[in-house]
């Protein structure tokens, strides 16, 4: 079974263990030496609708991937997932 990209983007990602909703993927890290995903990226809740920011990433690890559903992806996470602050990128016209 393959799956593109731009499906996982469309699939939802919860928690196993506490039901909760992460959001969608928004991006994926892989290692161009081995060509092997290494972990989905989720965006953090948006503050006051997104108008105070964002909280920081998710980071999931591929290992806690349990299931991969036709629209949503289930990670059984010990804990609170890793976060990681979003890199500013410059505006480019």
Do not use: H, T
């Not at 996982?8 to 909760?20: A, M, N, P, Y």
């Not at 006051?48 to 591929?62: F, K, N, S």
């Not at 997932?81 to 979003?86: D, E, G, H």
């Amino acid at each position: 079974m393959s799956c593109l990209f731009s499906e996982l983007r469309c699939k939802e990602v919860i928690d196993l263990r506490s039901g909760q909703r992460l959001g969608y993927v928004c991006d994926a890290e892989f290692d161009p030496n081995d060509g092997k995903l290494l972990s989905l990226i989720v965006p953090g809740q948006g503050r006051a609708g997104g108008l105070l920011g964002r909280e920081d990433d998710y980071v999931i690890p591929w290992c806690k991937i349990s299931r991969l559903g036709g629209d949503i992806i289930l990670v059984d996470l010990e804990a609170e997932p890793p976060r990681r602050r979003r890199e500013k990128r410059p505006f480019l016209y």
